[in-house]
């Protein structure tokens, strides 16, 4: 411990030794405990971001597992060959009364439901998916018309509700009691949904499925990653390697800058006027809502792709400058190969962001309901986001699983192209 002052400092009343006065100390303890309560503040706000994250995540899990489950019913089905002899034309296989079949073996489980209440309301049991089950069987092994069957057949999704315990699900008296007896028979139970990966969407909530919405946003990032990817690279190669400094790449730059903080909408928008009005392109397609993420991806590759190339070492391109080696060849055959991972890094996250998009594609008509998966660029479809939205809206209890299903299925999605972006990070990175 210093027990003197410095020279020609004079001693203060209560001086006990160079910044251990009780001044000294006091301000120091004050410091300290102004860190001590930063740091608490600091780590009350990561606990409690962290706790609405988890409150979010458990919510929308609760709410959506149960929809990888759908309710089913094994029935006795006779394939009567006066509805389904068709001689082998598979078209009129194909518009054979199935539902019909579907609700005559039901009948059968209930021989003192005779009136036509009674049967209706066994008949609302069934979803119209059943009949579709049904004409599928059928039509991959015509051998099976004239055979009594044992196929298991989609409930209604107030059945569903109501087998996977949602009060209020809609059921009168007569449907719980006739749904009891089934469940008692052993007939009733829960299999995993594969409709919910292969189907498309439909009004019926238990035949609702992501695939159309899945196949629309393949096709939408496809042509976004074809758009985006070669002009992003190539605007920011020349801008960080050819363009000469003045005010015009000044201006280009401050602007790229600033459209990565437009709203998305502002896309939907241009791409409505643009793409849409003036160029006569398909609503609702592929193609437009590609060009309009494109649009809205690019300044993130731009800046992603800058970024990687300023991180290569000048070192690099003077050797290959002093080697004899021209500019584009020292850019394109060293630097960047070197900035490649990167850009990728750039270029996942840009593509993750645009999986998540919502509002551009409201703009230009991907809100449409889409009951046929798309099968090119120009037919008309969704994406996942725009899906969970249209179920958000719709008023049957059911939807509210599919919306938190989707939500589910489209959070996997963002966190395997965040995770990649990751792993080529620390796979490829190289430390100068």
Do not use: C
């Amino acid at each position: 411990m210093i027990d003197a002052a410095p020279t020609g400092t004079a001693r203060a009343p209560g001086y006990i030794g160079y910044h251990r006065s009780d001044r000294a100390v006091a301000r120091l303890r004050r410091r300290y405990a102004r860190e001590r309560r930063f740091k608490t503040y600091g780590l009350v706000a990561v606990l409690i971001a962290m706790g609405m994250l988890a409150f979010i995540l458990v919510d929308i899990v609760s709410k959506g597992y149960s929809a990888f489950v759908q309710t089913k019913v094994e029935l006795e089905v006779f394939l009567d060959p006066a509805e389904l002899d068709a001689g082998g034309d598979r078209a009129a296989l194909m518009g054979a009364n199935y539902q019909g079949l579907a609700n005559e073996a039901l009948y059968r489980l209930f021989p003192e439901a005779t009136d036509r209440r009674e049967r209706r309301a066994l008949r609302d049991l069934l979803s119209p998916a059943a009949g579709y089950e049904l004409r599928e069987m059928v039509l991959d092994d015509p051998g099976l018309i004239g055979q009594t069957v044992a196929v298991a057949l989609t409930l209604s999704d107030q059945v569903d509700q109501h087998h996977k315990g949602r009060t209020g699900s809609g059921l009168s008296d007569d449907q719980i009691a006739a749904y009891e007896r089934l469940e008692e028979a052993g007939l009733v139970a829960a299999r995993f949904n594969t409709a919910f990966f292969t189907s498309a969407d439909s009004r019926d909530p238990e035949m609702a499925g992501i695939w159309g919405a899945v196949k629309g946003s393949f096709f939408t990032l496809l042509v976004t990653l074809a758009i985006s990817f070669p002009i992003g690279i190539a605007a920011a190669v020349y801008l960080e390697e050819f363009a000469p400094r003045n005010r015009l790449t000044d201006f280009i730059e401050v602007n790229i800058n600033n459209r990565a903080a437009v709203p998305s909408i502002v896309f939907g928008l241009l791409g409505l006027a643009v793409f849409i009005q003036t160029f006569g392109m398909p609503r609702s397609a592929p193609l437009v809502g590609g060009l309009v993420l494109a649009l809205m991806t690019l300044p993130v590759i731009i800046i992603a792709a800058r970024a990687a190339l300023k991180a290569v070492p000048p070192s690099i391109r003077e050797a290959a400058l002093g080697m004899g080696a021209s500019p584009l060849q020292t850019v394109l055959h060293h630097v960047l190969p070197l900035a490649m991972p990167g850009i990728m890094t750039g270029t996942i996250i840009g593509m993750a962001r645009a999986l998540g998009e919502t509002a551009p594609l409201l703009m230009i008509g991907m809100v449409a309901f889409i009951v046929t998966p798309p099968s090119g660029f120009t037919d008309a479809s969704t994406v996942l986001p725009v899906q969970i939205f249209i179920w958000a809206d719709s008023p049957e209890r059911a939807f509210v699983e599919r919306t938190s299903a989707g939500i589910m299925v489209l959070l996997a999605f963002l966190i395997a192209m965040n995770g990649l972006a990751v792993w080529l990070r620390k796979r490829f990175e190289r430390r100068w």
